[in-house]
């Protein structure tokens, strides 16, 4: 089992910062801001050489049971509860305040053991913070500062004594994959094939993202079973992207619950900016991104937007339409958006759309197989053989108009790459070919190869056939 450790304390002591110093990346958003972590987030750390999960929670605060601070605070006591020990950070420099006190007595009374750890140590100004958090009684605090790297030598130390007192076991565990969108240049083989056996025991990068409100965190809470993301009629709960580990009939997921993106000009605030770029980030990791859209909403330009968004950054798409079951009209309304995505995207014709209810269930059978086939067209590979069967016969069905009474001519064509499908011509004057010849042969390299909703490059390069005998 490996050791887990929650980060916990009232709001804006730091946790962020040393939850990001302790795994060695910017996984957590940090902002002067209170109560910027709202769900809780995992992730594998090092202390010391020792591997652990460090867990980072929403600041403790003592607001009532109907509140937002509420549900926070049950995320909180939940990652409690799963750890083998906690680290209680105090603001050294704001000294021990009432709150600090009243949370101290009750991870005192708990049966986790604790190890207290006092922030923001890099002034001298802090001293006395230090000396007064003996008074909490929950032994000697480690005086650290997350920010600057100060300190950590004695955390290691606390770490330490605190496994070796309660005999904790230390399992070395294999560095994670962050992502295995690893793009194939070169030649390509003949052989037409999907993903590789290496490939498919990798976990597989799925983003849920959407508007506010729409229901992302209700969904990846219905997939897990449990709850894991805080979720409520309030829009924009979810303020960070939050990954998450998933098994769908024996595959690994490490999907990504994101922050609703609003249109650019409705988007002031530093909070917001920080976290419209986590969720962009969560898109550049994932292989395929569910697009949330509600029903009982139109399918607004902000919806088109990151869909566009999706395809240029080249990711396999699956739109979930969320709360289809609340719809009375429910075959006018998935009309409108199958009409109005093949207006607004004819890049990407195909893109399959699912109607779901992720607070019921239902319909949220039908989305898995759909992501998983939307990963399989994302990787397909087509033979080169083919390719140029393809190219023939296109050409001379439809060849591309003479230009200046010059013909183009294509003689060669291969697929470069996946994740998307990647193909280029070879032709003797690329820079002649039109705009809307190059959307012809996309849409029936679409059509002919059975590559639905899927983003396709299309590269026109001057050159000869490489095959041909030369002279």
Known sequence: ???????????????????????????????????????????????????????????????????????????????????????????????????????????RRGNTPVILVCNKCEARVSEAGVLDSFSLGIGDPVPISAEHGEGLSELIEAFDKVIFE????????????????????????DEEADATEEDSKLPLQLAIVGRPNVGKSTLVNYLLGEER??????????????????????????MFDTAGLRRKAKVMEKLEKLSVADTIRALNFAEVVVLMVD???PFEKQDLSIASL???????????????????????????????????????????VIPISALTGKGIDKL?????EAYRLWNKRVSTAKLNRWLAATMAYHPHPSIKGR?????????????????????????????????????????????????????????????????
């Open 407 to 471: 013909r183009i001519k294509m003689r060669y064509m291969t697929q470069i790459k996946t994740r998307p499908p990647t193909f280029a011509i070879f032709c003797n004057r690329p820079s002649d070919v039109a705009r809307s010849y190059e959307r012809y042969m996309l849409n029936e390299i679409r059509w002919d190869f059975e590559l639905p909703g899927v983003p396709i490059r299309l590269m026109l390069r001057k050159g000869d056939n490489p095959f041909a005998k030369k002279k």
């Open 368 to 372: 898995m197989p759909g992501v998983f």
């Open 229 to 254: 993301q805080i979720t409520g009629p309030e829009a924009g709960l979810t303020r960070d992207s939050i990954a998450v580990t998933y098994f769908y009939e024996d595959r690994e997921i490490r």
């Open 295 to 297: 029903a009982t909403m």
């Open 166 to 189: 309660h005999n904790l076991q230390v399992e070395e565990e294999p560095e994670e994959v962050l992502s295995k969108a690893v793009f194939i240049d070169g030649e390509v083989s």
């Open 310 to 352: 999706i395809v240029q950054e080249g990711r396999s798409l699956v739109i979930a339409l969320n709360k289809y079951d609340m719809m009375e009209n429910r075959q006018e309304v998935m009309k409108d958006i199958l009409d109005t995505l093949e207006h607004s995207l004819p890049q990407v014709k195909g893109i399959p």
């Open 1 to 107: 089992m490996t050791i887990k450790v929650a980060i916990v304390g009232r709001p804006n002591v730091g946790k962020s910062t040393l939850f990001n110093r302790l795994v060695g990346k910017r996984l957590a958003l940090v902002d002067d801001t209170p109560g910027v972590t709202r769900d809780r987030r995992e992730a594998k750390a090092s202390l010391g050489g020792t591997p652990f999960l460090v867990i980072d929670t929403a600041g403790l605060e003592d607001d009532g049971d109907t509140k937002l601070s509420a549900r926070m605070r049950a995320q909180t006591d939940i990652a409690i509860n799963e750890a083998d020990f906690v680290f209680f950070m105090i603001d050294a420099r704001a000294g021990v305040t009432p709150l600090d006190k009243y949370f101290a007595d009750l991870l």
